[in-house]
């Protein structure tokens, strides 16, 4: 019994981040959309997240070579904690809807390919 409890245990955090691309359309239409265009390369406030997912950042000063699941789960978690003097500001998104943004994010890259030629100033 405790090696079963133990194993789930340990199999929770894996679980966590599997990530869900249509929840994850909604989460990011509340809690991106305010500032970014999600569906188009249009900017708002910030650039349009189409085809986020595998470009490589344009904006200086972010240490990343590409927008992958773990660049950008650090962006999302804490946008100041990778580029200080970032614009960007956004209260705490919880684990779960980080994976499921980053998820759609993918989603969006898998149908359409990275976008290229993109300038995120």
Same mark, same amino acid.
């Given at each position: 019994?405790?090696?079963?409890?133990?194993?789930?245990?340990?199999?929770?955090?894996?679980?966590?981040?599997?990530?869900? +691309? $249509?929840?994850?359309?909604?989460? *990011? =239409?509340? &809690?991106?959309?305010?500032?970014?265009?999600?569906?188009? /390369?249009?900017?708002?406030?910030?650039?349009?997240?189409?085809?986020?997912?595998?470009?490589?950042?344009?904006?200086?000063?972010?240490?990343?070579?590409?927008?992958?699941? +773990? $660049?950008?789960?650090?962006?999302? *978690? =804490?946008? &100041?904690?990778?580029?200080?003097?970032?614009?960007?500001? /956004?209260?705490?998104?919880?684990?779960?809807?980080?994976?499921?943004?980053?998820?759609?994010?993918?989603?969006?890259?898998?149908?359409?390919?990275?976008?290229?030629?993109?300038?995120?100033?």
């Amino acid at each position: 019994m405790f090696r079963a409890l133990l194993l789930v245990l340990l199999l929770l955090p894996s679980m966590a981040f599997a990530g869900d +691309a $249509a929840r994850g359309k909604v989460v *990011a =239409s509340v &809690r991106c959309l305010p500032c970014h265009h999600i569906d188009t /390369l249009s900017r708002s406030i910030g650039p349009g997240l189409l085809g986020v997912y595998g470009r490589a950042p344009s904006i200086s000063g972010v240490p990343f070579d590409v927008w992958d699941a +773990a $660049a950008l789960d650090a962006w999302i *978690a =804490s946008p &100041r904690s990778v580029k200080p003097n970032t614009r960007m500001a /956004l209260p705490p998104i919880a684990d779960r809807d980080r994976a499921d943004i980053i998820a759609y994010f993918k989603s969006q890259t898998d149908a359409v390919g990275p976008v290229k030629g993109v300038v995120d100033k």
